[in-house]
C-alpha cells in the first residue's frame, strides 16, 4: 500500500510538473515567446529541481525527513497557482522555480520510501514508483488539451486541489516512513557488500550518467518540442498534437514498469544495454517517417527506452551500498538537469537550424548505449559474495 501511495503521489506531483510543458504552445502565442525563450523555461525548472536534489539525499541519508515529501508538495502547489495568474515572463521563470524546488525534496525521499516498502523486490518497487509519474507526465498534455487551453491559463489554478489531495496523502506516508525507520535502518546493515575496487564503481557510475545524458536529451527533445514538431511538419492542430504527445508520454509509462521487474529477473545490465542501444534503429527513422509512422514510432521508443531508468537507479545504488539517498538524488537530479540543459540548447538549435534539424541530430544519441559493455554484472559479484 506504501508504494501504491507514493506512485499515486508521483501522479499527481509530475502530472501538476507536465501542465507547464503542456502550456508552452499558449504560452508561446500570448507571450509571444520564441524557441530561446521556451527552452529557458524548461531550463529553470529542470535545473532548479536537479540542482538540490543531491543535497537533499545526502542530507536525508544522514538525518531522515518523514514529513518532508509533504513540505514539498507545498512548493509546488504556490508554484501552480503562481502559473495560473502570471502575466509577466519572469512570474512564469518563478513558477517554474518553485515546481522544481518541489520536485527536488519529492524524488530522492520518495525513492528511498519505495525502496524500504519493496520487500527486496527493488527494481519491482522502483518501477512501480516512477510508473505514477511516468502516468502523471502523459496525463497533463491530455489535461492541458481538454481543460487548460479552452479555459485558459487561470484553469491551472484548478490543479492545486490535486497538490492538496497529495500533501494529505504524503503527510500520512511520512507517518509510515517515521515509524519504520529504524527497521528500515537495521536492515541496511546487513545488506551484502559488493566491494568492488573503488576504480571500478566510479568508471561505472561515470557511464551510467553518460547513459542518462543520452536518454534524458532525447526524451525531452519529445517532451518538449515534439507538438512543435508535428504542428510544423504535418500541419496537425495543437490539441491533435497534444493527443499524440499523450499517447508517447503513455508508452513511456508502459515501458517504465516492465523494465524494473525485467531487471530482478533476468539482471539490470542487460535491460540497460537493450533499452539505450535497442532504441537506436527506430530513432534514425524518426525524421524520415510521415505522420502515421511518426506517432508509431513514438510509441515503440517511449517503451524501449523508458525501462531503463529504474535499472539505472537500483544498479547504482546497488553499486554504492547505504546511499540510498545519494545516489537517488544525484540520478534524479541529474536527469533533471541534463534536460534543463538539452531543452535550452535544442530550443537554441531549433531556432538556428529548424525544429526538422533537432530530430535528426537526437537521433545519433542512443549509440552512447554501447558504453554499457563497461558496466560490472553485479549478480555475479553478488553470488560471489553468496
Known amino acids: 500500500m506504501v508504494i501504491m501511495a507514493i506512485s499515486f503521489c508521483h501522479l499527481l506531483n509530475d502530472m501538476m510538473q507536465s501542465l507547464l510543458a503542456a502550456l508552452y504552445p499558449m504560452l508561446k502565442s500570448n507571450y509571444g515567446l520564441d524557441f530561446g525563450q521556451i527552452g529557458l523555461l524548461t531550463f529553470t525548472f529542470q535545473v532548479t529541481a536537479s540542482l538540490l536534489q543531491p543535497l537533499v539525499g545526502i542530507y536525508t541519508d544522514k538525518r531522515p525527513q518523514p514529513y518532508s515529501l509533504a513540505i514539498a508538495m507545498g512548493f509546488t502547489l504556490v508554484g501552480l497557482l503562481l502559473l495560473a495568474v502570471a502575466e509577466q515572463y519572469w512570474l512564469l521563470l518563478l513558477a517554474a ?50 481543460i487548460v487551453l479552452p479555459r485558459g491559463q487561470g484553469s491551472v489554478a484548478w490543479f492545486s486541489l490535486a497538490a492538496m489531495v497529495a500533501m494529505i496523502v504524503l503527510w500520512r506516508v511520512g507517518g509510515w516512513y517515521a515509524r519504520h525507520r529504524a527497521a528500515s535502518v537495521k536492515r541496511a546493515t546487513i545488506q551484502v557488500h559488493l566491494e568492488l575496487p573503488r576504480s571500478r564503481v566510479a568508471l561505472a557510475l561515470l557511464v551510467l550518467g553518460i547513459l542518462v545524458f543520452s536518454k534524458y536529451v532525447y526524451m525531452v527533445s519529445l517532451s518538449s518540442y515534439y507538438t512543435f514538431y508535428l504542428m510544423h511538419k504535418f500541419g496537425v492542430s495543437v490539441q491533435d498534437s497534444q493527443l ?25 545490465k542487460g535491460v540497460i544495454w537493450g533499452s539505450i542501444l535497442g532504441v537506436l534503429p527506430f530513432t534514425l527513422a524518426l525524421p524520415y517517417a510521415n505522420l502515421w509512422w511518426t506517432a508509431a514510432l513514438s510509441v515503440v521508443i517511449g517503451l524501449v527506452l523508458a525501462s531503463a531508468f529504474s535499472a539505472i537507479i ?21 536527469a533533471f538537469g541534463i534536460a534543463g540543459i ?6 537554441q538549435v531549433a531556432d538556428v537550424k529548424g525544429i526538422d534539424y533537432v530530430y535528426q541530430l537526437c537521433s545519433f544519441l542512443p549509440m552512447f548505449g554501447l558504453l554499457a559493455v563497461f558496466l560490472p554484472r553485479i549478480e555475479g559479484e553478488r553470488a560471489k559474495r553468496g
Request: charged residues 10%; without cysteine; proline residues 4%.
Open 97 to 146: 522555480g518553485l515546481v522544481g524546488i518541489g520536485s527536488s525534496v519529492f524524488h530522492p525521499e520518495s525513492s528511498r520510501v519505495a525502496r524500504m516498502a519493496s520487500g527486496g523486490r527493488h527494481g519491482l518497487a522502483q518501477s512501480l514508483f516512477q510508473v505514477g509519474g511516468n502516468f502523471g507526465s502523459a496525463l497533463g498534455p491530455l489535461l492541458a488539451a481538454f
Open 244 to 268: 499524440l504527445l499523450f499517447v508517447f508520454l503513455g508508452a513511456v509509462a508502459v515501458g517504465t514498469i516492465a523494465g524494473g521487474p525485467i531487471g530482478d529477473r533476468f539482471g539490470r
Open 314 to 334: 537500483v544498479f547504482a545504488q546497488e553499486l554504492v551500498p547505504g546511499r540510498v539517498g545519494m545516489i537517488a538524488g544525484l540520478f534524479f537530479g541529474f
Open 342 to 347: 538539452g531543452a535550452a540548447v535544442l530550443g
